[in-house]
């Protein structure tokens, strides 16, 4: 696969005249797209209603299927919106669900600062407008060993990011985490050096595969998924997924990120998934997959882990010559 690296990418690309009439058509399904995002994603409900099931989001206007599929079986709605990680609204696997009610994704805006021509504060609808919404089926893998097959819905950030027009400084791209200690109970406690933090090279932000993500399953993403823009990076273990952005700088140097300031020795800048590198206290050789009809699975589905989680094809050309045990 050709890796486009931004010094190619003319800036007349940016809105090509080539895509231009298909935007005109897709504009007027993002005139439904946004609103409906939005729609879905803020309503807060009950502090603390942690039984009452929660509505599903609304429906999006999926503009492009098919072109990202796995064999594998997928994961659940109840499984990929149930069994989360999102420290900010607590540490257990059911906590995202539970606490997130209060959580308010609208009005969202997000800040682009660094190197680039083009910065700012820009909202939800601007930062989404010229593009249209794909689903693509990832696989999932988290550090602690478990993983998912979602049919996510969003945009390449690379598409994003280019309209910024980064400039030949920029090498690193860094991402921000909302921090709203009144709607996020999790932040009450020091597990992490708030606001989550992770960061990606340039050419791995531009890399076709990494996504920005507004959805699961053809619905706008639920509040314990990150609502209403988070980060999927599929070669790489979840934690580089980041949730409720607010923040994109473009950087000279490799930017911090709150695992590895948390824990340097489990957790790599680089963090692509890699069987052949332990985690320090558990083997990442085999995964336990939480998918197909067994749904929710504690002992069984263990399989193989796969290098760069199975997109080695794709990816495995941006690290070449680097040491990927030193590089984890
Ligand atoms: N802000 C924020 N983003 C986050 C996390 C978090 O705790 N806070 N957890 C990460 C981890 S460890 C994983 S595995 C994925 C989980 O995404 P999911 O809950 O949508 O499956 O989100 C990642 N993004
Ligand atoms: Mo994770």
Same mark, same amino acid.
């Given at each position: 696969m050709l890796i486009r690296r931004p010094?190619?990418?003319?800036?007349?690309?940016?809105?090509?005249e080539s895509v231009y009439q298909r935007r005109r058509e897709l504009l007027k399904g993002l005139a439904v797209a946004v609103p409906a995002l939005l729609a879905g994603c803020g309503r807060g409900q009950d502090a603390g209603a942690t039984t009452a099931p929660a509505a599903m989001p609304p429906e999006l206007p999926v503009a492009?299927?098919?072109?990202y599929t796995l064999p594998d079986a997928q994961t659940s709605w109840q499984d990929a919106t149930h069994y989360n990680n999102y420290y900010e609204f607590g540490?257990?696997?059911?906590d995202p669900a539970k606490h997130s009610g209060r959580f308010e994704s609208q009005p969202w805006t997000v800040e682009v600062a660094g190197q680039a021509e083009v910065t700012g504060r820009f909202t939800l609808e601007d930062i989404l407008k010229p593009h249209a919404l794909e689903e693509r089926v990832y696989r999932m893998r988290c550090v602690e060993a478990w993983s998912m097959v979602i049919p996510w819905v969003g945009i390449p950030l690379g598409a994003v990011l280019k309209r910024f027009k980064p400039t030949s400084d920029a090498k690193y791209v860094a991402f921000t985490t909302v921090e709203r200690p009144a709607q996020m109970p999790g932040l009450s406690y020091p597990v992490l050096d708030w606001p989550y933090r992770e960061g990606l090279r340039l050419d791995e932000a531009m890399h076709p595969l990494t996504l920005l993500a507004v959805g699961l399953y053809g619905r706008a993403l639920p509040n314990q998924n990150g609502a209403p823009l988070r980060l999927v990076v599929?070669?790489?273990?979840?934690?580089?997924?980041?949730?409720?952005?607010v923040r994109i700088e473009f950087a000279t140097h490799q930017p911090k990120t709150a695992w590895n300031q948390s824990a340097p020795n489990e957790y790599g /800048?680089?963090?692509?998934? !890699?069987?052949?590198?332990?985690?320090p206290r558990w083997s990442q050789a085999t995964e336990r997959r939480?998918?197909?009809?067994?749904? /929710?699975?504690?002992?069984? !589905?263990r399989i193989a882990t796969l290098p760069f989680n199975g997109y080695a094809e794709q990816v495995a050309a941006l690290y070449a010559g680097m040491d990927l045990r030193r590089n984890f």
């Open positions: 010094p190619d990418i003319p800036p007349s690309e940016i809105t090509s492009r299927r098919g072109e540490t257990d696997k059911d599929p070669w790489k273990y979840g934690f580089k997924g980041i949730k409720s952005i /800048f680089y963090s692509n998934v !890699n069987p052949d590198v332990n985690h939480i998918a197909g009809s067994g749904g /929710f699975n504690l002992l069984g !589905n």
